[in-house]
């Protein structure tokens, strides 16, 4: 039924790990949906009139959503780019990802734009890992996951994935693009396991984007981490 939604470009539904980050259990009582609109009155309407949106609010015992304007990409998602061109930059790295799945060299707009300096930033991850390489991945999300819960920034965080175990990515919330650096320069493991993805090629298909929180509604645990 979402397929047929006018207005919606791409859209993934992704369950979710325990806890913060990625992790082998799952949570079966915690989903996302991932959607990409060509406007926001398409959204608007799937809001206000689908039945798949009215089923979920009935059914949900909490939910939160939030819009989001994207500032740059990389990688592709089933040989998609989901976000499609954005506007170049000038060059420079974008500062690496909570769970070691940077694509180095991806380019966009500094994040404060739009959103002020020292706005809010949103962080996407999502990687299909090789099968010979699921032990090694598992293996270092923990110390990664230590990072992240030590990070000061860091507003919210959720391991998300399309499949089990080998389909996986997170979704972060950070007070602002220095966070985003801080974590991804200053973390020795979060280093290291970026470098291992490289030389051990654990990744057939990557992606990694950022976006500008603009808007958001409900809760998270409790709370809007963006209030």
Known sequence: MLGRTPGLTFWRLLGSGRGASMSVGADLRRWALLAVWRDERDLDRFLSDSPVAERWRSEARESWQVRLAPLASRGRWNEVDPFGPLPASPPGPLPASPPGLLPEGARGPDPGDPGGPGGPVAVLTRASIRPSRLVPFYRSVPG??????????????????????????????????????????????????????????WYSEELFARFSPYASEGTWDGADPLA
């Open 144 to 201: 990664v996951d230590r990072l992240l819960a030590e990070q000061d920034g860091c507003l919210a965080s959720v391991g998300v994935g399309e499949w089990p175990l080998a389909r996986q990515g997170t979704f972060s919330l950070w007070r602002d693009a220095a966070a985003v650096r801080d974590f991804a320069h200053r973390g020795r493991e979060h280093r290291r396991v970026i470098g291992r993805t490289r030389a051990e090629d």
